[in-house]
């Protein structure tokens, strides 16, 4: 997305290192033996501070769709960090995706 050659995550980042889990057994082996969830904590590569001021339109329109992807929590749980300061104010971005169950994992693999 940005024009530096470094990627912002997507949905589709969550869901890849979720399918990881998935395709090396891990997440289904857990199920079977009836073990608690191991929360999953994804990093989201996002915009640099200094990104939100000079593309903000595509800062919100990331956030949007980090959101959207999570589908009020089904998919997975977005938290958030504070960036910026004097030049931009202070603004919450996406930080991680978090998924928290078996059941989201199952949701956002399909």
Do not use: C
């Given at each position: ?34 073990e608690p969830f191991e929360a999953l904590e994804i990093p989201l590569a996002g ?64």
């Amino acid at each position: 997305m940005p024009g530096d050659g470094r990627r912002w995550a997507t949905p589709d980042t969550v869901r890849a290192k979720v399918r990881r889990r998935w395709d090396d057994g891990t997440l289904l082996g857990a199920f079977g033996r009836g073990e608690p969830f191991e929360a999953l904590e994804i990093p989201l590569a996002g915009p640099r501070t200094a990104e939100l001021g000079e593309r903000l339109g595509e800062v919100q329109d990331w956030a949007a769709a980090i959101e959207d992807g999570s589908r009020a929590g089904e998919r997975y749980t977005v938290r958030y960090k504070e960036v910026g300061g004097r030049r931009f104010g202070r603004n919450r971005i996406p930080s991680h995706a978090v998924v928290e169950r078996f059941e989201q994992a199952w949701r956002l693999l399909g």
